[in-house]
């Protein structure tokens, strides 16, 4: 039997629910460098490493589903 048409479901499904909780860490980030209370060195590395870096993956996810 041909599972391809499954198999892109559920790969579709799973990029999907990965973008979702990127997004989920994105806004928690940018919420953490509006708070002042957050102390500014991890800020810096909120700001500099961490939310590059989901920004990037989303990104990536978000071609790969305009890909299929």
Do not use: C, M
Not at 5 to 14: D, H, R, S, T, V
Not at 36 to 42: A, I, S, Y
Not at 46 to 62: Q, T
Request: proline fraction near 4%; avoid cysteine.
């Amino acid at each position: 039997a041909d599972q391809g048409p499954a198999n892109l479901i559920g790969e579709e499904w799973a990029v999907e629910s990965l973008k979702q909780g990127e997004d989920l860490g994105r806004q928690d980030y940018e919420n953490a460098l509006n708070d002042t209370e957050v102390p500014e060195e991890f800020r810096a590395l909120i700001r500099n490493e961490l939310l590059p870096s989901v920004v990037r993956h989303i990104a990536s996810l978000e071609a790969r589903e305009q890909a299929a």
